[in-house]
């Protein structure tokens, strides 16, 4: 016979979710409906018909659909080594390490590496997944304020003589301003102060740089950074993410990164579903360059009109509005139009910074980018009207 008796843990996490609720802040898994600004799929992959018939054949020349066991166990495959080459080269690097996902990737990299000696510099709004990782090594950290590098360079200046090993960690594309750092002046930093540089290409992956090899290509620094992270998730619309970099460092994780080793195999055909969706975004120029025009078209034209978006330079797009209630009735106001639209809220992003993360695709036509942002304008008049209605006398 189960208990009568209230689990004390269960009393007190419905009170902790009650809170929530409260103060609107609660999180719920929901479908998606409408024209879709919440999406991660920048090329529209995930709806490729030939994405679709590569994963059927995938699926058909593979010999098995389950990945057994780690990789180091049953899981491997012949196919994850060639796939780990072809990405490598798409990388520009020496060599590549597939993980189950982003996080995977990040927390197994930083984990591995790291260690409770060494010092580590993260930029301020480095991904959840960065933070984990190094809170998991133990290391040392130092938070620098978000892309500031004069602080970032003081920082580096003041720890030049000290004992261990040196790590900048950031993000290229930061997924909720959609800013980009510069990644050659940290990398220069890096090496006038004798650190090693990690990025997280998460959200430039197959979107920024040489036919989408991201912004440290870009650079023309794969060579030179110690670690470059990709994402499958996303623009490639499959799943999983490299560690890329030198061979030895791949030959390190695959007996340090807990998250691969300790981690069951994805099936072989996922290796098919990247290798095909890779094939694809190498060849997709003409939809990067019209993503990356429209996106820089559309913040500035919000910009123009006293919008807040932030400094965004990529196809990530912050509408800034300050307080919780207020973003979440334009979220709701602007999905009663047909766009698909979330609040994004603290403790996700800083207290006062909630805001509409506007995620656009090559599958978004322009004229519905146009649609949205008036509507984001006559929601605005609309809250001024109102304001202006309950002001005292005098103060409207």
């Known amino acids: 016979m189960p208990s009568e008796q209230p689990n004390p843990m269960l009393t007190e996490m419905a009170r902790e979710l009650s809170a929530l609720a409260d103060g609107r802040q609660l999180r719920t898994l929901a479908l998606v409906a409408g024209l879709n600004f919440c999406s991660n799929d920048y090329l529209g992959l995930a709806e490729d018909a030939r994405l679709k018939q590569a994963v059927i054949e995938a699926v058909q020349a593979s010999?098995?659909?389950?990945?057994?066991?780690?990789?180091?166990?049953?899981g491997h495959?012949?196919?994850?080594?060639?796939?780990?080459?072809?990405f490598a080269a798409f990388a520009g690097t020496e060599a590549a390490l597939y993980f189950s996902s982003g996080?995977?990737?990040?927390?197994?990299?930083?984990?591995?590496?790291?260690?409770?000696?060494?010092?580590?510099?993260?930029?301020?709004l480095n991904h959840a997944s960065l933070i984990d990782g190094i809170r998991l090594s133990g290391a040392r950290r130092i938070i620098y304020p978000h892309l500031d590098l004069q602080w970032l360079q003081l920082a580096l200046q003041n720890h030049e003589n000290r004992a261990g090993r040196k790590v900048i960690v950031t993000e290229s594309v930061f997924s909720m301003d959609g800013d980009i750092s510069d990644v050659k002046a940290i990398h220069d930093l890096a090496d006038r102060y004798g650190a090693n540089l990690v990025v997280d290409e998460a959200h430039a992956t197959a979107v920024h740089g040489p036919?989408?090899?991201?912004?440290?290509?870009?650079?023309?620094?794969?060579?030179?950074?110690?670690?470059?992270?990709?994402?499958c998730g996303k623009a490639l619309a499959s799943a999983g993410a490299f560690v890329c970099g030198s061979t030895i460092l791949r030959d390190f994780l695959v007996n340090h990164a807990r998250t691969l080793i300790f981690s069951t195999a994805m099936p072989p055909y996922m290796a098919g579903q990247i290798s095909a969706a890779l094939r694809l975004a190498k060849n997709m120029n003409a939809e990067r360059e019209m993503l990356l025009q429209e996106s820089l078209e559309l913040a500035g034209g919000l910009s123009a009109d006293g919008w807040n978006v932030s400094g965004t330079a990529s196809q990530i797009i912050p509408v800034i509005i300050g307080g919780n209630d207020e973003t979440l009735n334009?979220?709701?106001v602007l999905r009663a139009q047909g766009f698909a639209i979330r609040a994004i809220r603290p403790p996700t992003v800083p207290i006062g910074g909630a805001r509409?993360?506007?995620?656009?695709?090559?599958?978004i036509a322009g004229r519905e980018l146009?649609?949205?942002?008036e509507c984001l304008n006559v929601w605005r008049s609309s809250r001024l009207a109102l304001s202006a209605v309950g002001a005292p006398a005098g103060q409207a």
């Not at 146009?370 to 942002?373: C, P, Q």
């Open 63 to 74: 010999s098995r659909v389950g990945g057994t066991g780690s990789r180091l166990l049953s």
């Open 77 to 86: 495959h012949a196919v994850w080594t060639e796939l780990e080459e072809e």
């Open 103 to 124: 996080y995977a990737a990040n927390v197994g990299l930083l984990a591995s590496i790291l260690g409770k000696d060494d010092l580590v510099f993260s930029d301020a």
């Open 211 to 231: 036919r989408g090899a991201g912004i440290v290509a870009k650079c023309g620094l794969t060579q030179e950074v110690f670690a470059v992270v990709h994402t």
């Open 330 to 332: 334009a979220a709701e």
């Open 356 to 363: 509409l993360r506007l995620s656009l695709t090559a599958q």
């Open 370 to 373: 146009a649609r949205m942002h």
